[in-house]
């Protein structure tokens, strides 16, 4: 396995600062917070505490991705 | 805008009901725009239209699971075609089950369309890394810290970093042992946190849990000794 960097592994470890909601809470809004992304609006603001989690979360940070670019693909 | 999003954004954040996390409050009721209402409609109706209705909603979820497959295929070599193929077969079929169970409480928050892709996205990635670490051994402690030391630091820097280096190592170690094994393998090692709950027989959102409370303790550990280190996301983006 490779190695991250030290501020990398730092970020992993301590996570990030604030409230962030939990997974479950993250997946019952992550449809909305999508849809408001992508329509352009502040989704951050919207939902507070969500990107916190995608940030501190990487299995809730690729199903974000995921649902992201499948919508996305389906708009073009 | 939608009429759903213009609703969205008239959301507002509850009280946090766990000293650890916000709460989500749901956005006012949503309006469905038409499509969202006639999949409702077909999906509850009786008969041939909801029996059609379903086999359109199976074939979605199968497109959306073929598509987490895809995404994910690079990092799968070792999985053949036909495997891949039944792993999307599967997360579809879980995941029109969840959706048809938990029809009610679509909202309208956003898209019909985007609500359901998400249960076969999820049912996707959790067989994907579940079989990606099958057989693979968890390693749950973390010998050393010092492979993470940059090279190249002038002396001062590099006294900087070690002394961060020992401080981590040392609030790790006050951790509970429950937290410590959720964060080394988690954080350190990489492991899914799917798998890492499957191996434990836990749930993911009791797991982020304990790695919440493992990263608050690490950080007052660290703020007490005045060193408040600079991190990076950059993976993450």
Same mark, same amino acid.
């Given at each position: 396995m490779e190695m991250p960097k030290l501020e990398?592994?730092?970020?992993?470890?301590l996570g990030p600062a604030g409230s962030e909601v939990g997974c479950d809470e993250c997946f019952d809004h992550l449809d909305r917070y999508v849809d408001l992304e992508l329509a352009g609006h502040d989704a951050d603001a919207a939902l507070p505490g969500l990107r916190a989690h995608l940030d501190g979360c990487p299995a809730c940070r690729e199903e974000h991705e995921s649902l992201r670019a499948l919508v996305d693909a389906g708009r073009s | 805008m939608t009429s759903t999003a213009a609703a969205s954004v =008239?959301?507002?954040l509850v009280q946090p009901s766990t000293d650890t996390a916000p709460?989500?409050?749901?956005?006012?009721?949503?309006?469905?725009?038409?499509d969202s209402r006639a999949w409702l409609s077909d999906l509850r109706a009786q008969g041939p239209m909801h029996d059609a209705a379903v086999e359109?909603?199976?074939?979605?979820?199968?497109?959306?699971?073929?598509?987490?497959?895809?995404? @994910?295929r690079p990092g799968l070599p070792h999985l053949r075609g036909e495997?891949?193929?039944?792993?999307?077969? =599967?997360?579809?079929?879980?995941?029109l089950m969840s959706v048809l169970a938990r029809l009610d409480d679509f909202r309208g928050d956003s898209r019909?369309?985007?609500?359901?892709?998400?249960?076969a996205?999820?049912?996707?990635?959790?067989?994907?890394?579940?079989?990606?670490?099958?057989? @693979?051994?968890i390693v749950l402690e973390q010998e050393t810290w010092d492979i993470f030391s940059s090279?190249?630091?002038?002396?001062?820097?590099?006294?900087?970093?070690?002394?961060?280096l020992s401080a981590l190592a040392d609030g790790i170690a006050a951790l509970t042992p429950h937290q410590r094994r959720v964060l080394i393998a988690l954080a350190v090692n990489g492991v899914p946190i799917d798998v890492l709950a499957d191996r434990l027989n836990t749930s993911r959102g009791a797991l982020y849990k304990t790695l919440h409370d493992a990263r608050r303790g690490l950080r007052a550990y660290l703020a007490q000794r005045d060193l408040a280190p600079t991190l990076s996301f950059e993976e993450n983006r």
């Open positions: 990398q592994m730092l970020g992993r470890l | =008239e959301h507002e709460v989500l409050a749901p956005a006012a009721a949503g309006f469905l725009d038409e359109r909603l199976h074939a979605l979820l199968l497109g959306a699971a073929r598509f987490e497959v895809a995404r @994910r495997e891949l193929g039944e792993i999307a077969l =599967e997360a579809a079929d879980d995941a019909f369309t985007t609500w359901v892709y998400k249960f996205l999820l049912e996707a990635a959790v067989k994907l890394r579940k079989r990606a670490w099958q057989g @693979r051994e090279v190249g630091l002038s002396p001062a820097r590099a006294a900087e970093q070690s002394e961060l």
